[in-house]
């Protein structure tokens, strides 16, 4: 199968000479476009998900489907290989489910819209965006069944249809469909803010096409795939060896007691190409933490890595996907086969970030980074306010960015660039709920040269009977250090009742009933920190401490000793340090922690919850 476009003009395009400064203009025109589809996108979405912290993914893609401009990498091939029709000028397409698009969305929360542009009847590019939508039904309030074992029980799939059709509006098709959601209003003014946002893209296209002509445009559009591929191919050839590399980490748990989930990649470089082989990753998860992942996002996710670490001048687009070949074994974590549960694949999706840092960081550890791009936590909060009105809240947390090569890793950021936190102003001013606290959790990240970003402790004080759901990870194996550098903290989640009981809650969790008084504290995982510990300068760590970073006992990790006035012991540090250098493993690439045989002995006794057990498939082997 694959879609037909319909054109009314059909002259074929003519290749013509685009000069470097026309080439700018267009290049910098299509970022600007891209930036205006999220302004427009943020000042008309409703949600908090999508208006507040940024939950959107915004594309602008030559007429081919290849990206020119956007953030997560191409998502229209997919679709136009699963997608047995017809589209033309005015039709708008609306999709959300990962199996009719070879995963280019991964959960039906996300809902994908594609806008092919066209200019005097000829196609000339698409623009797209995919957004997070607060609830689409199922199980549970927020669609992210930790139990579910088949797609159906996560709610509404969105086979690719025609929301609009030459121009003309679907009213009954969005009716029937907003039918199925908890939050109805949301959902349907989060998916006209994304159709107007590719609307905006398409009229700065047809703009360019005005200005330079078409067939400029179509021939500046080439160049610019053209020179990324060049710029990439280069990168490849001094940055990835051809003797394979492996590493291989772990989502934690799937939500009912089974687990760790290894997920386990191989690389090498083979004729100019990268081979990127994900053969050892275990077999598809019952639950729902399976991740069907795209291969052209995969490669978005590989190219970003390299351009940020060795390039970031390089414009991102789609330019040097036949640069990298990607294997996924079918039936794994990674490809599991319909009709698998996929709501809450966002663990797996954050830890391959991890795991392709580790891969391109080894030939060369002085660009490697630590651990922490590891899971994005997830709140849900639901029920009836006082005057019976339904309540909703999706919230996504922030735990501690890695230590790299050139500095610390921020505390509490999010692990997607684009994204920031929901003001906790927002949040008390909408909901029933109240943040008693928001703050770094001091010695989270973990110690190095370059510290590890420290995760963050946010008090949900509730105000309102209601249900809480919580989807997050790294809290049984660590997020783990580089080059010397300690792992950073694992996170954790407890219910403090207003009755004075005390509950350690599961990392993934649907249904808990929170009454009024009610505390969560919400603590997140710290980065891995890079480098030897007992290099990061003295100074620096007791200015750390003075600003709640690092607590007096946590600067002697790296061997630290500060005076009762908080000034650095010089003498006591020095004594410290050359008795600490005797154990510190600088040389070794990567400090796990605890193996995972050491972690299930000692799991109850830290975390307070039951180790998890070895998946059915696994045990005996």
């Not at 208006?51 to 136009?80: C, H, N, T, V, Y």
């Not at 009719?100 to 698409?126: M, P, Q, Y």
């Not at 959790?441 to 309102?464: C, E, P, T, V, W």
């Not at 005797?582 to 400090?591: G, W």
């Amino acid at each position: 199968m694959t879609a037909t476009i319909i054109q009314e003009n059909t002259t074929d395009f003519e290749q013509v000479d685009v000069d470097p400064i026309t080439l700018d203009i267009i290049e910098n025109a299509l970022k600007n476009a891209r930036f205006e589809m999220d302004a427009t996108l943020f000042r008309t979405a409703m949600s908090p998900g999508i208006r507040e912290q940024g939950d959107a993914f915004p594309l602008i893609a030559d007429k081919g489907g290849l990206m020119l401009a956007g953030q997560f990498g191409s998502f229209i091939q997919g679709f136009l290989n699963g997608f047995d029709g017809t589209i033309e000028e005015g039709d708008i397409i609306w999709l959300s489910d990962p199996y009719t698009c070879e995963g280019a969305v991964s959960h039906a929360n996300d809902w994908l819209i594609l806008l092919a542009i066209f200019k005097d009847g000829r196609h000339v590019g698409w623009s797209a965006m995919f957004g997070h939508m607060t609830d689409v039904g199922g199980m549970v309030p927020g669609s992210l069944p930790t139990n579910a074992i088949s797609i159906f029980q996560e709610g509404i799939r969105i086979p690719p249809v025609k929301l609009y059709k030459k121009g003309v509006k679907q009213d009954d098709l969005l009716k029937i469909v907003l039918h199925q959601c908890r939050m109805p209003e949301w959902a349907g003014a989060d998916l006209n803010a994304i159709v107007a946002a590719c609307r905006m893209a398409e009229r700065r296209v047809v703009e360019m096409c005005d200005r330079f002509g078409t067939d400029c445009y179509i021939s500046a559009t080439a160049k610019l795939l053209e020179r990324n591929r060049r710029a990439m191919a280069q990168l490849i050839e001094t940055s990835v060896g051809t003797e394979p590399v492996s590493f291989e980490d772990y989502v934690c748990d799937d939500g009912r007691g089974f687990g760790p989930y290894k997920i386990k990649c191989t690389m090498w470089r083979e004729g100019g190409k990268v081979i990127l082989d994900w053969e050892g990753t275990d077999p598809q998860s019952e639950s729902s933490i399976n991740f069907y992942l795209n291969e052209n996002m995969l490669k978005m996710f590989f190219g970003i890595y390299m351009i940020m670490v060795f390039d970031p001048q390089i414009l991102f687009n789609d330019g040097f996907y036949d640069l990298v070949e990607v294997r996924i074994p079918d039936g794994s974590l990674l490809k599991p086969k319909f009709p698998a549960a996929l709501s809450c694949r966002t663990h797996a999706l954050g830890r391959i970030f991890d795991v392709l840092g580790a891969l391109l960081g080894q030939r060369q550890p002085e660009f490697l980074n630590a651990a922490g791009f590891s899971s994005s936590p997830h709140l849900m909060y639901s029920g009836y306010d006082k005057d019976g009105e339904w309540f909703q809240l999706f919230q996504i947390g922030f735990g501690g960015i890695p230590g790299r090569p050139f500095g610390d890793g921020p505390d509490g950021h999010s692990l997607w660039p684009g994204f920031t936190n929901v003001p906790n102003e927002f949040l008390e001013a909408y909901f029933p709920l109240r943040i008693d606290r928001y703050e770094t959790i001091a010695d989270s990240g973990g110690a190095g040269l370059n510290r590890g970003g420290n995760g963050i402790s946010i008090h949900y004080h509730f105000l309102q009977k209601g249900t809480i759901s919580i989807h997050d990870d790294r809290w049984f194996t660590y997020p783990w250090g580089v080059n010397g550098g300690s792992p950073g903290m694992r996170s954790t989640k407890i219910l403090e009742r207003a009755d004075g009981s005390r509950e350690v809650l599961p990392s993934k969790c649907d249904n808990i009933e929170v009454m009024a008084g009610d505390v969560l504290v919400y603590d997140t995982w710290g980065g891995g920190g890079w480098g030897n510990p007992l290099e990061r300068d003295a100074a620096l760590v007791a200015r750390e401490v003075r600003q709640g970073l690092v607590s007096v006992k946590g600067a002697r990790a790296y061997g630290v000793v500060l005076t009762d006035d908080g000034a650095v012991d010089e003498a006591a540090t020095a004594e410290l340090r050359t008795v600490m250098a005797k154990d510190i493993k600088a040389d070794q690439i990567f400090n796990f922690g605890p193996s995972l045989d050491e972690l299930r002995e000692r799991c109850l006794a830290e975390t307070g919850l039951p180790a998890p057990v070895q998946p059915v498939w696994r045990q005996g082997a």
